[in-house]
């Protein structure tokens, strides 16, 4: 299976962009990137997925490398609401969805 | 609203027992999913469904079982053979299973189940 690779760990300040990378070398063509977000003692919710253009929707925008081995997931304008584990996600059939560790972003007011 | 509901959202098992975590969802979904969560980690398949009465074993089913007789329903029983089941219990659904990998998932709100 494709693996993702995180940072752990990611701080940002309040009311500024954060860009949270993924690294997924491995990534097949019929593979779709997805990011979820979970806080505390909750499920994830889904944030956005793409194949191999940028999207964009209202929480957030993804931009993904032309070669499509790492991908960038955007929060424009982090709030303390955002404080949360990121997960980067390849899924090519929908069964196979395998979460990582992700990466814990703080916001800093 | 449409969503997933889980309950209870705290459970407590002696050892030896069975128990059964409840997930429903009411978005006319028809692939539905379990997984587990430990502490301070990502989340393991257990358990999926495609369709009513079809399911299918993930990447830790030991130790657990499913039914799925109505789409709406997909309850999972931690048996008294999975030894270690001190963990939080996701439920999810998508549209379907299956196809091209392009289909979101989404998360009820866990049960954390203890062991007394």
């Known amino acids: 299976d494709a693996k993702t690779t995180q940072p752990n760990s990611m701080e940002s300040n309040e009311e500024e962009p954060v860009h949270l990378p993924c690294n997924h070398s491995?990534?097949?063509?019929?593979?779709?990137i997805h990011w979820y977000r979970q806080l505390p003692s909750q499920g994830p919710e889904y944030v956005i997925h793409?194949?191999?253009s940028n999207v964009n929707n209202r929480m957030a925008s993804l931009a993904i490398a032309e070669d499509r081995k790492s991908s960038t997931l955007i929060l424009h304008r982090a709030t303390l609401r955002d404080a949360a584990v990121y997960y980067c996600?390849?899924?090519?059939?929908?069964?196979?969805?395998?979460f990582g560790a992700g990466t814990r972003l703080t916001v800093k007011p | 609203d449409g969503g997933i509901t889980q309950s209870p959202k705290y459970l407590f098992r002696k050892e030896g027992q069975n128990v059964t975590l409840s997930c429903e969802q009411n978005?006319?979904?028809?692939?539905m999913y379990w997984y587990r969560q430990d502490p301070g980690q990502g989340l393991r398949l257990i358990y999926y469904?495609?369709?009513?009465?079809?399911?299918q074993k993930g990447d830790i089913a030991e130790g657990y079982s499913v039914s799925r007789e109505k789409k709406e329903s997909f309850p999972l029983t931690v048996t008294s053979a999975q030894k270690n089941p001190t963990a939080f219990y996701l439920c999810?659904?998508?549209?379907?299973?299956?196809?091209?990998?392009?289909?979101?998932?989404?998360f009820g709100d866990g049960t954390r189940l203890s062991i007394l």
């Open positions: 469904s495609q369709i009513v009465n079809d399911f």
């Open positions: 793409g194949l191999t």
């Open positions: 491995t990534i097949s063509g019929t593979d779709y």
């Open positions: 978005l006319n979904h028809d692939a």
């Open positions: 999810a659904s998508s549209i379907g299973a299956g196809g091209r990998g392009n289909q979101p998932q989404h």
């Open positions: 996600i390849l899924s090519h059939n929908n069964n196979d969805m395998r």
